[in-house]
């Protein structure tokens, strides 16, 4: 590919992105972002053979800014400690991208690429920022000797954001960050609050900002 036909791929994703973060992924055609970016449509499919095809890509670039925004430089620290702090981290950050970018998160989790990553590892690269949960939990499950496997985890951790997201989003719920630490160790099979030495000042500089709301 051309450097002209690069930099014209990546528009279209960018816009795609973009687009997603303000409508939903749902809302994405090929003839829309054609129009937006002044190419005709031919263009758009010389890139991308199908809609999927574009939503896998822009999957890849949404990914990647999800994890630059929510994963700190710590991330690959072998502790459990450390890791426990970094997941709570991440935690409390995506709680903060769905209230603030609903689409984009619900995107991230709910797209094609990350269904087909989930489901069939090693057809696809794994995007980013699941490699980078995944790793993390992985390291988890060997300190802690919990039964279930890294995957196992992953979606147990998210379906819990996930819930507990919506609940405050929707006002039924208060962010608090010890319940973040409680699920997690209960995930783990560990005591939760006994289990670390926790106060204030070990919490994420985010959370310390919701709890004394």
Not at 166 to 190: F, H, P, Q, T, W
Request: hydrophobic share 40%; glycine share 8%; aromatic share 8%.
């Amino acid at each position: 590919m051309t450097a002209r036909g690069s930099e014209t791929r990546q528009r279209i994703v960018d816009q795609a992105v973009c687009d997603i973060r303000e409508h939903g992924y749902g809302q994405v055609s090929l003839r829309s972002l054609a129009a937006e970016l002044g190419l005709t449509t031919g263009s758009v499919y010389r890139h991308f053979a199908s809609k999927e095809e574009l939503l896998n890509a822009a999957g890849y670039e949404m990914s990647r800014i999800v994890n630059d925004a929510v994963v700190p430089s710590g991330a690959s620290v072998d502790t459990a400690v450390d890791d426990v702090e970094i997941l709570l981290g991440i935690a409390d950050r995506l709680l903060q991208l769905m209230r603030d970018d609903p689409y984009g998160v619900e995107f991230l989790f709910f797209g094609p690429l990350y269904g087909t990553a989930m489901r069939q590892p090693g057809a696809v690269e794994q995007p980013r920022f699941l490699a980078t949960l995944l790793g993390i939990c992985a390291r988890l499950c060997a300190r802690y000797d919990t039964s279930v496997d890294p995957k196992q985890l992953f979606m147990q951790i998210w379906a819990f954001i996930q819930g507990y997201g919506n609940l405050i989003m929707r006002g039924v719920a208060d962010y608090d960050a010890s319940m973040l630490r409680e699920a997690l160790m209960r995930l783990l099979g560990k005591p939760s609050l006994e289990s670390l030495s926790f106060s204030a000042s070990s919490m994420p500089p985010d959370a310390r900002k919701h709890t004394a709301k």
